[in-house]
């Protein structure tokens, strides 16, 4: 049984996996991730609030409510209490190899060539008995000493997938696409993508390659190795930020992709010779 339970990074945070479905709970008063999921899913709140913001939509997402998240799609995640309770969620993940196996199994007589498929933006979905019923008998597993058996969170993924087909027939053919993202431009992606923490088969994924193509094509393109273009392409921005808007290293470092100002300034200095408080003292 697949049971990851993490709260290394915050003591405040728990999150346990049960096979690609994910109980979390927040004991602080609100906690912020930027989300990028290779994979289809849904996210339900089961008490306090979710704010989702992807630049140009923003919802929130409270109690008893639940959410569709496309593949690929990005968006940043403010989870809060609300209403005096605090933030509680499970989400549940549709990965190709799960849906594959389910086209196989009943899917196929769902898909219509007729239908259309959904736009990429993140859905508030309606509150059906499907959905309701679904994750209130999933609450019980909030609890890290019941343990349930990888079997029956399968069985819940099944009843999550079948409760969005019948939401919206266009669910059917968004869902059981299984053709293989064109190739986008590296540099693009990368100029457009530098602050987020992307692992490098992500961001071969993400520009429709494979690991063995992406480095191959990056290579093409630069010197430097893609983590190494990406420690500089975040640099020169953040240069360019505290140089022309009199940015701090407060202000700068997070948003452009360091996880703490520490590593930032030692990597500034590494780069440009001095910290980033004497450069602009």
Request: aromatic share 14%; hydrophobic share 35%.
């Amino acid at each position: 049984m697949k049971n990851d339970k993490d709260e290394r990074e915050d003591p405040m945070k728990l999150i346990f996996n049960y096979d690609n479905v994910f109980f979390s709970f927040f004991y602080d008063d609100a906690d912020s991730c930027i989300h990028r999921s290779r994979e289809y899913a849904l996210n339900y709140v089961c008490s306090g609030e979710m704010l989702l913001d992807n630049g140009t939509q923003r919802l929130h997402v409270r109690k008893g409510e639940c959410v569709f998240i496309p593949r690929d799609h990005h968006v940043t995640m403010y989870k809060r209490a609300y209403e005096g309770e605090r933030y509680c969620g499970i989400f549940l993940m549709f990965t190709r190899k799960f849906l594959r196996e389910m086209y196989v199994k009943w899917g196929r007589k769902n898909v219509s060539p007729t239908t259309p498929k959904l736009g990429s933006d993140v859905i508030k979905l309606p509150r059906t008995p499907e959905l309701t019923s679904l994750f209130a008998s999933m609450t019980p597993y909030f609890d890290p000493e019941v343990k349930p058996n990888d079997d029956l969170m399968n069985l819940k993924l099944q009843e999550g997938l079948l409760a969005l087909l019948h939401v919206d027939e266009r669910f059917a053919p968004t869902l059981f696409d299984f053709n293989e993202p064109w190739k986008i431009d590296i540099m693009e992606f990368m100029n457009e993508n530098y602050m987020y923490e992307f692992t490098m088969e992500e961001m071969a994924h993400y520009t429709g390659r494979s690991l063995a193509t992406f480095k191959r094509d990056f290579k093409k393109i630069s010197d430097l190795t893609p983590e190494k273009w990406l420690i500089r392409k975040r640099l020169d921005v953040a240069y360019a930020k505290m140089k022309e808007s009199g940015c701090k290293v407060a202000d700068v470092y997070a948003e452009v992709g360091f996880k703490n100002p520490s590593h930032f300034s030692t990597a500034f200095k590494k780069r440009y010779g001095v910290s980033p408080t004497a450069a602009f003292a």
